[in-house]
């Protein structure tokens, strides 16, 4: 198993800056993919941005030049810096994980951390 620890929400006024963190902990060998997916109200969850071992990036167009991933393979931690944040931004962000297991991918979730954009 795979334990994931976020922090780093709260509560921003648009334009605003904010750093969410996850460690990861337990079973964590093979890790390969890191990322941070968002779910607000009545929405389905979506891919914010993700991170490989070798440090190859992925993002939503929607947050692409505001949001920068990065990660420690050393701690085992990804970080989402989030700039410039939108009231669209707000969602509860879950920190995911992936680790192949015997040709199978397996997803880690965290508990997730609200992130509220308002004025």
């Known amino acids: 198993q795979v334990q994931l620890v976020e922090s780093g929400g709260g509560l921003v006024q648009p334009g605003e800056s904010l750093r969410l963190s996850c460690a990861a902990s337990?079973?964590?060998?093979?890790?390969?993919?890191m990322g941070w997916y968002r779910q607000a109200p009545g929405k389905q969850r979506e891919l914010v941005a993700s991170?490989?071992?070798?440090?190859?990036?992925n993002y939503a167009d929607s947050v692409k030049g505001r949001f920068t991933i990065s990660r420690d393979n050393a701690k085992n931690t990804v970080s989402l810096q989030m700039n410039s944040l939108k009231f669209e931004d707000t969602a509860v962000y879950l920190c995911?994980?992936?680790?192949?297991?015997?040709?199978?991918?397996?997803?880690?979730w965290g508990q997730g951390t609200q992130v509220t954009v308002s004025s």
């Open positions: 337990g079973s964590i060998r093979s890790i390969n993919v």
């Open positions: 995911n994980v992936q680790r192949p297991l015997f040709g199978v991918q397996y997803d880690y």
């Open positions: 991170i490989t071992t070798g440090g190859t990036t």
